[in-house]
């Protein structure tokens, strides 16, 4: 079991409040420092016990931690490992929970320089459109995958360190390559948000926007529910993720002109074969969760 | 009260079940009889109790009912229509519960004649993705809207008779013209069930489709919940109301161009704008939503 001494969550949101409560439900850290742009929101992570300090600046925070989870959007990333720097011990490891994984890298490089060694780069596949310290909860990632994604220079011992501070969280870790990782997430949760905002903006700027609010139901309210996420948060992940998201998107909407090629045509059995074969392919995928009790 | 002595359910599924069950927990019904294509559906309604009898054919179906509720998939209507018409007696009313409503009312006039009168189109809104009369329940109706879209033609005490069935159940009633109702769900019903099923598909498709849905996680299987909805009945939904479902579709895929503009130019403040005022609808409809009881 991994015994932690302190933990540094910079950002108490849902992710890093979830991974500061998981911790303590495991007995693996004994001290949880509290470190961001809102002095509130980590007065009120303190009253919820989800911290159990607040770092008033980066140099009292990184005092004696082993272990910094950067847990803000990702467009706040690099300045939070500019500032953490100069007080960057040497036993120290610094990783974090950003979507998008190749910008986080590269920025960690290119501040951290050499001491990028004590830098793993993560992303525990967990979150809700429900944000915030008051979401935060000690079982958010058990039996979820977190993947890390280690550059050539990130040193073992951290990754390792890493990997079983997660495990004590519950989840199950996976290595992949930041290319791959913002590939596949691109495709798998950046691209149907996207879709989802979408949706609602195109339906909300029209003069019937009333109307059709007032007959949309219970299939239109899950499709959009990731329609209500953070748009701060998003418009990061879809900025710096913007390659491979504009591939998906257009891969989408190449998907998209072929299926109204059907309807124009009235095609009623190519339309059905690509819903049957959707519908296959989603219910094949939902059974492999529930084994895996994933949610 | 309406208390009506017969009725019957042509397709005993989730739709048609639902409601032979809310008219029975009301008092509203006296006998529910239920005709369709496949013996063991029905006897399986039989043992359930959301059917009282089954009919062997239309003949003997249509003898002395009050109401008939068609809830096949809308493509298998016409025929139906046809079956049933050489035992309309008098006094019996036809209505619907299918998703698209012009392509019906329209085969109803073709069909039905001068009849057409005794014909009420309607679409509960209401529904899952999980279908059969195993899944129908008493109470799928209440605090729903109920959509009847009368034609010049239709009869004021059918009209009204069909009204009072579905207020039993616990419906809240709207009257639509039928190009109306057809527009507002190609946009809120029939658009993101087209948009979930492409998404799908187009990743099923591909070689790491593995690893894709291996990664795939709560957003996504929200998104995509409807792509698990039967094929048969969208396949069908999508043909007969394609022109507004075209429209549709390509005003969304020009709402994703637009997207597209934003994100190769790294526009984040245009697609924060668009994400928050996505997020902002949809909060003040899910606002509105809970305020009405509805789910």
Known sequence: MVKLNKIVIAGVG??????????KQAGAVREVVGIGRTRATLER??????IDAIADDWAGAMQGADLVLLAMPVGAMEAALQALLPHLEAHT??????????????????????????????????????GGAAAAQADLYRDRRVV???????????LALVRTAWEACGAKVDILS????????AAVSHLPHLLAYALVHEFAARDNAGELFGFAAG?????????????EMWRDICIVNRAPLIAELDAYMAALLRLRTLLAAADANGLEAVFAAA???RDEWLHGMSENAEE
């Open 14 to 23: 849902l992710i890093g409040g979830s991974f500061a409560l998981a911790l």
């Open 45 to 50: 992570a303190k009253q919820l016990g989800v």
């Open 93 to 130: 490891v610094v990783t974090d929970g950003g979507s998008t994984k190749r910008d986080i890298l590269q920025a960690a490089e290119r501040i951290l320089g050499a001491r990028v060694a004590q830098f793993v780069p993560g992303h525990p596949i967990a979150g809700s459109e429900k």
């Open 148 to 158: 890390l994604t280690p550059g050539s220079a990130t040193g073992t011992d951290g």
């Open 178 to 185: 930041t290319a791959a990782h913002d590939r596949v997430f």
């Open 219 to 231: 299939g239109f309210r899950d499709f959009t529910r990731i329609a209500s996420s953070h748009p």
């Open 279 to 281: 519908r296959q392919a």
